[in-house]
């Protein structure tokens, strides 16, 4: 043996050697690192000094280092270490040796394109209405279901044309989540945050093929992913006035069957003003981006243009049709029991929609409506607050502004983004998993991971195209090595990628199609020390905020997937791998 070798199986050898279980305390990006990117592991322990860099075909030393202690959780009493080995650069397969455990990992050049591409997919096989083809799906393949050609006016949503009772056809679309029913306002934000960074890199996503039926047109396969969707949303609105069904949905949530086992009815119901801006502001949007794709959507530009004034009047003239369930129950039969999506405030879905009507059309009054209701700070995009959509159309990097206002309102957009950036990535260096996603208490929540983690990400992105300071790039890396495997469990939370992903999600098509692995590509919620699922999970390992987490079919409020975390993940992992193949040229 080399003497190397020797110093390594020292270093590894630990609890091992004594017959114990080897010790996991490495955590990486299981997907891999870019060349020119920071390279940083964590030792999840306390008291790992040394760590060791081999090359994984012949077990050469590559790198030796010093760990860098982190600064411990505020739930956490004891810190770890990180693992900086940025300086190899040279693509290939590794083994990192540290505290007596191996972790595998690659330097390669593009390390993300595998999770943007799986990603998008994963949009695909949520697909309702038609059959899942093997040639696209593989072992996935499923039968058409929920045509919903035949849906239920439901007495929330009857008005003078439509009657309780009546039947009209709502097909197409993607299935919202783990669950089988479609909503607006989760639908068109998860497009309207796709769209939003399909405008930054329209050349990267000309290139992208990831093998859906519509993958040989003359379309992006994202724009052809999201013309699916778009194409349902238009059915969601009552000709009539042009308000929007909150959703279409079944009474209460199916079991977890097939979804070609549903025997349920389904209805649309009450129109809300959430609804009716998000769809404004997604249609306005798509009419602008489907301009060039004519020849594949003919009509569909201006159609969608229409809609959104139609839906946008409406909300004008309903600002308090807010969702409310609860009292939707009282009034009206039968019951409705499935996902929500309820927002008492509209002030975020107005900005959006008036700023998106505003670059369609150059009418003065959506320009009136963006200034009046523009946010005073930047939140991060998510279903219930929109503004961060309205900030993306603001600060496209090829608008041309003109005038004051339009140039007052993207300056003061520019510098709450900029002021969001500069203070989320402060301390990043020294956190416990090295990154600015996960150290306080308030990032672990329902859905964090895409929410919080992914769509911090993108807007460090946007950070850096508005204001090219590289530190933010470098955390959107570390955002993305977070969800990864970077982190405290050691997942990558991304279903079929990386050596430890979510094996059983709450997913109805995952959990009834007879298959053991997981439908690829999906983003789980993520830990969520909220454990509102707690009586249909086994045991939650921990109450930690960044541990309380359980790879349980049962766990919806930990565990399960959603397109609008899909959408965080298509925008953060596609921008990244966007920005490092522009780089290549
Ligand atoms: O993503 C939603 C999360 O923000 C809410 O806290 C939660 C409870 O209302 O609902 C989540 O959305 C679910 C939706 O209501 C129904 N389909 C599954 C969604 C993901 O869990």
């Known amino acids: 043996m080399n003497r190397k070798l020797i110093s390594v199986g020292i270093l590894a050898g630990g609890l091992a050697a004594c017959g114990g279980p080897a010790p996991d305390v490495i955590r990486l990006n299981q997907l891999g690192y870019f060349p020119s990117q920071e390279k940083v592991a964590v030792a999840d322990t306390v008291g790992v000094t040394e760590f060791v860099v081999l090359k994984a075909a012949t077990g050469e030393e590559v790198l030796r280092g010093q760990t860098e202690p982190t600064a411990a959780n505020p739930w956490r009493s004891q810190a770890g270490s990180t693992m900086d080995f940025s300086t190899l650069a040279e693509p290939g397969s590794y083994l990192l040796v540290a505290g007596g455990d191996t972790a595998a990992f690659d330097i390669k050049e593009r390390p993300l394109q595998p999770v943007a591409d799986a990603a998008l997919k994963s949009f695909y096989y949520q697909r309702t209405g038609m059959p899942i083809e093997e040639k696209y799906a593989g072992q996935w393949n499923r039968p058409a279901a929920h045509p919903d050609t035949e849906v239920l ?39 309207g945050l796709m769209q939003a960074v399909y405008r930054l890199f329209p050349d ?211 510098s709450y983004l900029l002021a969001y950036a500069a203070n989320t990535v402060k301390g990043a260096d020294k956190a416990a998993f090295h990154a600015p996603f996960g150290d306080e208490e308030s990032d672990f929540f329902w859905g964090c991971l895409a929410e919080q983690c992914a769509n911090q990400a993108t807007t460090l992105v946007y950070a850096y195209l508005l204001d090219d300071k590289v530190n933010y790039l470098t955390n959107a890396y570390r955002d993305m090595d977070y969800l990864l495997g970077r982190n405290p469990l050691g997942y990558c939370f991304v279903t079929g990628l990386g050596q430890k992903s979510p094996l059983h999600p709450h997913h109805r098509l995952s959990a009834s199609d007879g298959i053991d692995a997981p439908i690829p590509g999906f983003l789980v919620g993520g830990p969520n020390p909220g454990q509102e699922d707690k009586e249909y999970v086994k045991s939650y390992p921990s109450r930690l905020p960044d541990e309380s987490y359980v790879d349980d079919p049962g766990s919806y409020a930990s565990n399960e997937i959603a397109i609008n975390w899909s959408a965080g993940l298509v925008a953060a992992s596609s921008a990244l791998d966007a920005l490092s193949v522009q780089k290549e040229q």
């Open 204 to 414: 990267y996503f000309a290139k992208q093929n990831v093998n859906i039926p519509e993958s040989g047109n003359r379309t992006p396969d994202l724009l052809d992913e999201i013309h699916y969707n778009l194409a349902w949303l238009l059915t969601m609105q009552d000709p009539a006035d042009g308000g929007v069904y909150h959703k279409l949905t079944t009474p209460s949530f199916e079991a977890f069957v097939k979804p070609s086992e549903c025997k349920q009815p389904r209805y649309v119901v009450q129109k809300s003003v959430t609804a009716a801006l998000d769809f404004a502001a997604v249609m306005a949007q798509a009419s602008v981006v489907f301009r060039p794709f004519a020849k594949d959507y003919p009509g569909f530009s201006a159609q969608a243009l229409r809609a959104a004034e139609r839906a946008y009047a409406w909300a004008g003239q309903h600002p308090e049709a807010y969702y409310d369930q609860a009292a939707l129950n009282k009034d009206y039969d039968p019951d409705i029991a499935t996902g929500e999506y309820g927002d008492k405030d509209a002030s975020d879905e107005l900005f959006w929609a008036a700023s998106e009507l505003y670059y369609a059309t150059g009418k003065q009054a959506y320009l009136l409506q963006a200034v009046k209701s523009a946010p005073r700070k930047y939140t991060l995009p998510s279903w219930p607050q929109t503004s961060a959509l309205g900030f993306f159309v603001w600060l496209l990097p090829d608008r041309q502004l003109k005038g004051d206002v339009e140039n007052g309102l993207a300056a003061s957009l520019r």
């Open 153 to 191: 006016v439901h007495p929330s949503a009857a008005g003078p044309r439509r009657k309780a009772g009546d039947v009209l056809s709502s097909a197409g679309g993607w299935y919202d989540a783990g669950d089988y029913n479609k909503y607006v306002v989760n639908s068109a934000y998860s497009i």
